[in-house]
């Protein structure tokens, strides 16, 4: 007698709910197929490093094929996903149907711009590889173009760089990029006045970052301030235009670079699916983190919207990891004809890198700030890179960087260049279904702080 077929799981995103799903599955009485539009998982809690020039993005991104070798029962597709056929079970993707008897969707989240005008087309997003290789390459150039351009106030627009929202990543790059140009920019650019060159970083609330106690929000502002950082709380930006970023009091900053980190949604690919979303995009899931009305379709990560203690989980890596995993368990109850368990997130703590020698963190009771958070911000984040490659060539990235004052990584790639004479955005990401409709929406308010910090 044959063995009866095993259940085939196809799990859509190779982020951290998919790929941990995946890695849960591998070694079960189902078939799983991992499915992603990029052939690589990206660590993006290190991607605004790619940004500020500080690692290359091969260093952060590890091919899923070479993940999953070893794993029996775990494949890999690539393939873009376009819709999914709930009645049908069925996953459409880019030349491609994919049956499936279980689904697990952790297509993660997108940049929310509140819709404020000029945001979506004018200000980078750093959400994806393409985002963050595209900003490096942007950056590189303004200093090129300033040490050409005759007119200060030409010069003082090109080096002025204006980071939106003050939550960890806003935080984070605001430092990197900060020490990028205060070390090996200026000294690349010896003819360009110090004085000219400006990092500010906006917030609509209080103080920053959001969430973390007070002694910790004292501690990361004063040190970017030391870092020559300007950091304006309760600064609204009301409109972003090619030239400049108009904050709600009136004023104006005139820049070429707006990167926005104020704040993220889910995926708006789940709505047009049919899967049932609230107002930040997510998807509304049950506790167990199945789909209402379809027991069979699991939502994890930034996509899923779970609340716990009256609040919707953060949307960062832990929170996608345990949830991956959860949802793979949930199915193999299932398999086994058990019940799925409610999912319930262990928070270890949040962590937010300044600077060199520079951290905070806070974990269980513990606060620390400075050089000691600093160790064990870079040591979690060494450990949770994936693969020995990947783990040495940022800790040789990050040991040269702190020994010699130096980033090896300063190539516009011609790839992403774009012409000096168009506003940036008309080239690098006009805007994308729903946007149009955000620039045109109703009055900005500020946003949430972008992706929350954690410790991994
Ligand atoms: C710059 C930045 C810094 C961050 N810093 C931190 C931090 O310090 N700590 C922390 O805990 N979290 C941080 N986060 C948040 C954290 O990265 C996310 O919470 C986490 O990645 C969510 O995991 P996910 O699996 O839901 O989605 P992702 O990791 O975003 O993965 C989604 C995957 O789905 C794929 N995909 C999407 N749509 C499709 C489609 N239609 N077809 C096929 N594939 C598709 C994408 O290619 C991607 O691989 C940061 C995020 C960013 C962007």
Known sequence: MSAPPRPRVVIVGAGFGGLWAARAL??????????????????LPLLYQVAAAELEPEDIAYPVRSILRTLRHARFALADVEAIDLAGRVVKATERSIPYDFLILATGSVSHF????????????????????????????????????????????AVTFAIVGGGPTGVEFAGAL??????????????????????????A??????????????????RLRRMGVEVRVRAVVAEVTPHAVHLRDGTVIPTETV?????????????????????????????????????EVYVVGDLASVEEGGRALPMVAPVAIQQGVAAARNILRQVRGADPQPFRYRDRGTMVAIGRNAAVA??????????????????????KLIGFRNRLLVM?????????????????????????????AEVRHPPGPGQAAEESGGAPKPGPDGPKPSAL
């Open 178 to 203: 900060a020490e990028l140009i205060r070390g090996p920019l200026l000294r690349d650019f010896p003819g360009l006045d110090t004085r000219e060159v400006c990092v500010v970083l906006l917030e």
């Open 114 to 157: 509140f819709g404020v005008p000029g945001a979506a087309r004018y200000a980078f997003p750093l959400k994806t590889m393409e985002q963050g290789i595209g900003l490096r390459n942007h950056i590189l150039g303004c200093f090129e173009r300033a040490a050409h351009e005759p007119s200060a106030e030409g010069r003082r627009r």
């Open 26 to 43: 591998a070694q079960t009485p189902v078939d799983a197929l991992l499915v992603d539009r990029n052939n690589y998982h990206a660590f």
């Open 396 to 424: 040789i990235n990050w040991a040269w960087d702190y020994l010699f004052y130096e980033r090896a990584v300063r190539l516009i790639l011609p790839l992403q260049a774009r012409p000096s004479s168009q506003p940036a």
């Open 362 to 383: 806070c974990l269980g009771r513990r606060r620390f700030s400075g050089f000691p958070a600093w160790i064990v911000w870079l040591s979690v984040h060494i450990f």
């Open 205 to 222: 609330r209080e103080s920053i970052p959001p969430g973390l106690p007070e002694s910790l929000r004292a501690y990361t502002e004063g």
């Open 259 to 295: 990167v926005w980190t104020a704040g993220v949604r889910g995926d708006p690919s789940a709505r047009a699916w049919g899967l049932p979303t609230v107002a930040d995009g997510r998807v509304k899931v049950l506790p167990t983190l199945q789909v209402p009305n379809h027991p």
